[in-house]
């Protein structure tokens, strides 16, 4: 990746963590400025008693206090009273009645006689009325039932004037009908019915002169409920009621006011509790986005902060990853916009596996699944309904699973078919997520809004992959970024400068070839880009096309042109093809990475043969006239180029090597270069170098290994 010349001149003036720290506020401020007229609350314009201009729907769920208080109170009146049973109450009765008949009766046998001595007794004449019910009521205690109080002197006058047999038929009837009563039941609030129903019963009784009230009266006295009140468990079964009442829920996006339905009063109730008719300002929402945008800058700042990159690297992925943040913001952005036409749900369109699969391509996997999480956050933002304090979790999850499946799709990176390919997979995955929404949430659909569902979920898919292969060249030009498929690109035969090594230096062409197998698995075999390895090797010594038969791969059925001129100048030609090459992959525009490789391979290697050459013909040279200029290898995959170059062009010039022959050669190339410092810019490690070692012998004793000699048949009959 290479840094932008307007940024470098940026970087000339701040220091590297100023840079980076203005980057991350510079970003908090965007995303906050993006998503601020998402959280800023919006109210409806509409008041009591008008028509509602459009169907409005519930932002988030609600319960409905006022409904569920209502429920809760008819599922408590609708619990019966629970009685218990008065123990006695019909033996009390019963027992009230006789004692009240056997007063009565004694106060008229003691009436009968009157004191006459001390020894005998005569009779005497039967005092008044008025004395007897004197008599009566110091026998009845005032408090006893509030008898005394209950029944009137004419009552008790008239019990008194009746026989024993009047009034022992009384109680034998007033008894018996209160019996059937209360073995009945009779409830405290139920008992002046009763009181009236033992009256009926009494009165069909014929009695003599006014024992038909007073029996009435007698009953009435003696009567008392069987079953009493018991608050406290009927308390208790009203809590166990109201308890299980179920609160009055309207569901996120369920209707609260139809289009054209009179605002009522509980509906403005409703509308107000969700904070959607009165326009007050409050901070609440600008601190919650700002909480919010602290989360995500910290979470990018933590992330980049242990990334074990250089500083200028980076650097370089926050800026690559801050654009690819905002230009997803900014088509939630858009596709928010669409919502406005009233579709339902256009959201589900929005293409949400684009940032996964194009940070994939251009950085890594770590960097793209941090950004679908967080992008999957700020949807919810965007997407939440415009009103205040709700947020859309159902377009969370599908922006989430969506980006996820963008990245773990993107197998391979090498094709920008496989890019379509995994759009068209991400589309399936998408379409799945929305049947999993849209049955969990109950709500039925028409045939319609299933097609419209369907329509929306594959053209996010095809439209992620369709936005990842049209930024991608930008961001690889902006950047300087040499992707898998433009590796991929650049390897085709049909590169102008391939076509060209082919044509003029074939030679040169298949020692590339051969170059490329043994870089790319050694490279792989120690963690560097075989790919790049591989692309590289191809155009390493595209400079041997300016002259290319003064290179021997390319001397076939001629003479050596080195035989007819000095060292000097072979010396110059050979050494000349590192720059020459370097500057025709400029002049092509071919990345950095690529020129690096031609111009590095080399390194300052020492130029043997026309070294000695020169000082077998009695010149006086010195050695650093006959080295390479350089620069020496300053990555794993330049150095690994260096090796494989030498030891292909090594073990070419023996015949039939053996395993043990090609070993040694691998080996000493390597120590040459050791001892002659030409790893020391790379960060190449000695038990990598082993490594390669070992795969360059693995490869190359499979291009040369031993074969059978057939021999050769003779014709008969010579």
Do not use: W
């Amino acid at each position: 990746m290479q840094t932008h010349p307007f940024l470098l001149k940026i970087r000339s003036f701040l220091s590297y963590r100023l840079f980076t720290n203005l980057l991350f506020v510079l970003l908090g401020i965007i995303v906050f400025g993006v998503l601020y007229g998402n959280v800023k609350p919006k109210t409806l314009d509409i008041n009591l008693y008008e028509d509602a201009p459009t169907t409005i729907r519930a932002p988030k769920k609600f319960v409905d206090e006022e409904a569920t208080a209502k429920k809760k109170e008819e599922a408590k009146a609708e619990v019966a009273n629970v009685y218990t049973s008065k123990q006695g109450a019909i033996d009390n009765s019963v027992s009230l009645l006789h004692s009240l008949m056997e007063s009565v009766i004694e106060v008229k046998a003691e009436s009968k006689q009157l004191p006459v001595g001390e020894d005998n007794l005569k009779p005497a004449p039967s005092p008044d009325i008025d004395e007897q019910l004197k008599l009566l009521k110091a026998k009845l205690p005032e408090d006893k039932n509030n008898v005394t109080n209950s029944l009137s002197d004419d009552v008790l006058k008239t019990l008194l004037a009746a026989s024993e047999d009047d009034l022992s038929r009384v109680e034998t009837i007033v008894t018996t009908q209160m019996k059937i009563i209360m073995e009945n039941g009779v409830k405290e609030e139920e008992l002046n019915e009763a009181k009236l129903n033992l009256e009926q019963r009494i009165t069909n009784y014929s009695f003599k002169g006014d024992l038909s009230t007073a029996a009435v009266k007698l009953g009435k006295v003696a009567l008392e409920p069987t079953l009493l009140y018991d608050a406290e468990k009927t308390d208790e079964l009203k809590k166990l009621a109201e308890a299980n009442v179920e609160k009055v829920e309207i569901i996120e996006g369920g209707v609260i006011v139809e289009d054209g339905e009179l605002i009522t009063p509980k509906k403005y109730s409703i509308l107000k509790s969700l904070g959607m008719v009165e326009n007050t300002f409050s901070f609440r929402p600008y601190i919650g986005l700002t909480l919010f945008v602290l989360v995500v800058i910290s979470s990018l700042y933590y992330f980049f902060y242990t990334l074990e990159v250089t500083e200028e690297r980076k650097q370089n992925y926050l800026i690559l990853t801050s654009i690819v943040f905002v230009i997803s913001l900014l088509i939630m952005k858009i596709v928010g916009l669409i919502e406005q036409l009233e579709i339902n749900d256009i959201a589900f369109i929005l293409p949400a596996a684009f940032t996964g699969m194009i940070l994939r391509i251009l950085l890594n996997e770590r960097i793209a699944m941090m950004m679908v999480f967080i992008l999957s956050a700020c949807s919810s933002i965007v997407f939440h309904q415009q009103f205040s304090g709700s947020i859309d979790i159902e377009i969370a999850i599908y922006t989430l699973f969506s980006g996820v499946s963008g990245i773990l799709f993107l197998v391979s990176r090498n094709q920008r078919s496989n890019i379509l390919r995994a759009g068209i997979y991400v589309s399936f995955v998408n379409i799945l997520i929305l049947g999993f929404l849209i049955l969990l949430s109950g709500t039925s659909y028409s045939n319609t809004e299933y097609v419209y569902y369907l329509v929306f979920a594959l053209v996010s898919g095809i439209s992620s992959s369709i936005l990842t292969i049209g930024f991608l060249p930008f961001f690889e030009a902006g950047f300087g970024i040499l992707s898998s498929m433009r590796l991929v690109e650049l390897s085709s035969p049909t590169q102008p400068l391939l076509k060209k090594l082919l044509t003029d230096a074939p030679g040169t062409y298949h020692h590339s070839v051969m170059v490329a197998n043994l870089a790319e698995a050694a490279c792989e075999s120690i963690g560097a880009n075989g790919l790049l390895a591989r692309v590289g090797c191809y155009y390493h010594d595209v400079g041997k096309s300016k002259r290319p038969h003064f290179f021997i791969e390319n001397q076939l059925n001629m003479e050596n042109p080195h035989d007819r001129v000095s060292p000097e100048t072979s010396r110059d030609v050979i050494i000349s093809h590192a720059s020459d090459g370097a500057e025709m992959l400029r002049k092509h525009k071919l990345p950095k990475e690529i020129v690096d490789i031609a111009e590095q391979h080399h390194g300052t290697t020492l130029l043997k043969f026309f070294y000695y050459k020169a000082k077998e013909q009695g010149k006086d040279v010195k050695e650093e006239d006959y080295r390479y200029p350089g620069p020496k290898p300053k990555t794993r995959e330049a150095a690994v180029i260096s090796i494989a170059d030498s030891v292909e062009a090594a073990v070419r010039s023996k015949k039939s090597p053996t395993q043990a022959e090609i070993q040694q050669l691998v080996h000493s190339i390597v120590q040459d270069r050791l001892q002659d410092g030409q790893f020391n810019e790379c960060d190449i490690s000695m038990k990598q170098l082993e490594t390669v070692k070992r795969s360059l012998c693995e490869t190359l004793n499979g291009i040369f290994h031993p074969r059978i000699e057939y021999p050769e048949l003779q014709a008969k009959g010579e």
